[in-house]
């Protein structure tokens, strides 16, 4: 009986191995497709940093293109661009992934929009007019301090 055991327990160890590496699997493809941006070759923009009480935001923002729009208006959506915000303690330079995020873009009607938490940054996508335009990022982060972060962004 004891080696009837152990067997079925060699079988059970040896048929969740291949699962085991599939999520390890799954686990790596997640990490390399999240929002980690600047470490790849993509269409994320870097334009601009903003620094408030001890906080610096980093915005980089993607345009989308025709066929994009295109899927994204089938779908009700108006989204001409999409924004990431990633921020970072000045002092230790490691990444501040919680709290909430709005953004809003100057000048236009409405509410800010909440961001979402993607990877280490925010992301929200936006409708901007072909010109200069201000992002104002608010946050409550994890330290409980409210902030506003400025950021210009030329639109052509």
């Not at 010109?131 to 400025?150: N, S, V």
Request: hydrophobic share 40%.
């Amino acid at each position: 009986m004891k080696r009837f055991t152990i067997t079925i327990l060699a079988m059970v160890f040896a048929m969740g191995m291949p699962m085991a590496g599939i999520a390890m699997d799954h686990s790596a493809h997640a990490k390399e497709m999240s929002h980690d941006m600047g470490q790849k070759n993509d269409d994320f923009v870097e334009i601009g940093k903003d620094t408030q009480k001890g906080v610096v935001a980093t915005v980089k923002v993607k345009t989308y293109d025709k066929k994009t729009l295109a899927s994204m208006a089938k779908m009700g959506m108006s989204g001409t661009h999409h924004v990431m915000v990633f921020f970072t303690d000045e002092k230790s330079g490691n990444d501040i992934t919680g709290g909430k995020v709005a953004i809003k873009v100057k000048g236009q009607e409405g509410k800010p929009a909440m961001m979402m938490l993607m990877g280490k940054g925010f992301g929200s996508d936006v409708s901007l007019p072909e010109m200069m335009t201000t992002f104002e990022i608010g946050t409550k982060l994890d330290d409980g301090k409210k902030r506003q972060f400025t950021i210009m962004f030329h639109n052509m």
